[in-house]
């Protein structure tokens, strides 16, 4: 039995609390790069998920979209009988189309102007699986009236408190008066602040420019039993090449992948988090390796006392993992209240999830064991012949 066992107290963590100073220095930089994948691992997948936010909230299994368009912020239109086409198809049930572009909204707090993102279809339609949307359509029948996103950001003023205080909310979008009927939730994006639902009439009379006869999203419903890909593949072929055919999951998939590959934002906040790993790394480093010099005469004695290299290699690794288990905590716990301050303040969706924080403690781990490994090879100078 090792002496350390009999003592019921690991030699590594002896060796880690010598000096607590040291220790405390090791933590707050496992802390810091710990905190600093979290808030960019965070942002990254809230920017993800919030870019579909408005996607999720359609009643489809197909969506039509022209092939000019790119993302939700590059809406292409194309001609509305395309989509009344797709009715040939026996499996097709119901079709709904969706206007969809950015208009100024003006805040009637304080006058200033925003882009908000402004969708128009039938009050008579079914397009959203909420159905508190579907049962407030029909406020929208009277033109002039719209619903509007409560988790919208601040800028666009206290529509959602005026509105539940029962004040007429009244305001101008596009120069044109407008009044607030109700409300739904969505939720902010990094393409839109703010969502806004209108009747066809309101919308094409906010936007009169738009080309007569034209939409930029075309929602698909099929009959019961009806084979997804079959229909998908159908219309394809049905319809000219000013229009393409994509499955719920494909249209959530071509706006992700914008962000993800078009834009540069996706590759900042993951280098952010590569930065925080290599300086978790280097801290690290820097602790085992300065401990294992200071402990190098001891680490001679128990070599000449019959211990063996990997032995003490264990030694090593154990303040490795040790480092990792006890520089998670905080960082963890840390990222818990930024997440929910940042929820607050941004209405984003930056929140805690399993496999993020199982990721970010693997990278610890890895951090801490990494250099931990390259430590020991401080360990290959241990030579009680040369020390004593």
């Given amino acids: 039995m090792h002496f350390w066992q009999a003592r019921k107290i690991p030699l590594a963590w002896l060796l880690l609390t010598r000096q607590p100073m040291r220790l405390a ?9 710990g905190l600093l994948m979290f808030i960019q691992l965070g942002f990254r997948d809230a920017l993800f998920d919030s870019s579909v936010t408005i996607h999720k909230l359609f009643d489809a299994d197909l ?22 086409q797709t009715m040939a198809d026996p499996d097709v049930a119901e079709i709904a189309p969706v206007h969809w572009d950015f208009l100024l909204w003006r805040n009637p707090e304080n006058f200033s102007n925003r882009p908000i993102l402004a969708l128009g279809y039938e009050p008579t339609d079914t397009v959203f699986l909420d159905p508190a949307v579907t049962e407030q ?43 607030v009927a109700g409300l739904f939730t969505a939720g902010p994006s990094f393409g839109a602040d703010g969502t806004l639902l209108t009747s066809t009439e309101t919308f094409l009379s906010l936007l009169p420019n738009n080309p007569q006869g034209a939409i930029e999203l075309g929602l698909i419903r099929l009959r019961p039993g009806a084979d997804l890909l079959q229909v998908k593949k159908s219309l394809g072929r049905l319809l000219p090449d000013d229009v393409k055919v994509f499955t719920m999951q494909d249209f959530v998939d071509l706006e992700m ?23 978790g790394c280097v801290i690290v480093y820097q602790i085992l390796y300065s401990d294992v010099s200071d402990h190098l005469p001891e680490y001679a004695t128990l070599m000449a006392m019959g211990y063996k290299l ?20 905080p960082a963890y716990g840390i990222s818990q209240l930024l997440y929910i301050f940042i929820q607050s303040a941004t209405k984003l969706p930056v929140m805690m999830v399993f496999d993020r924080a199982v990721l970010v403690f693997a990278m610890i781990l890895v951090m801490c064991m990494g250099s931990a490994a390259l430590a020991m090879r401080r360990l290959g100078d241990a030579d009680p012949a040369e020390i004593f």
């Fill in 25 to 33: 220095v090791a933590l707050a930089g496992i802390g810091f790069a």
């Fill in 137 to 179: 359509s029909s406020l929208l029948s009277q033109k002039g009236r719209v619903i509007f996103d409560e988790l919208s950001r601040d800028e666009f003023g206290p529509i959602p408190e005026w509105f539940r205080q029962g004040r007429t909310v009244e305001t101008e979008a596009a120069g044109k008066k407008l009044r």
């Fill in 310 to 329: 990997f032995t003490l290699l264990g030694v090593v690794a154990r303040e490795g993992f040790l480092l990792a288990l006890i520089g998670y905590v």
């Fill in 257 to 279: 992948n914008y962000w993800k590959n078009s834009t540069a934002i996706g590759f900042i906040f993951a280098l952010g988090a590569a930065m925080g790993f290599v300086v």
């Fill in 63 to 84: 969506v039509l979209l022209s092939p000019r368009t790119t993302s939700s912020i590059r809406m292409a239109s194309f001609p509305r009988r395309r989509l009344i």
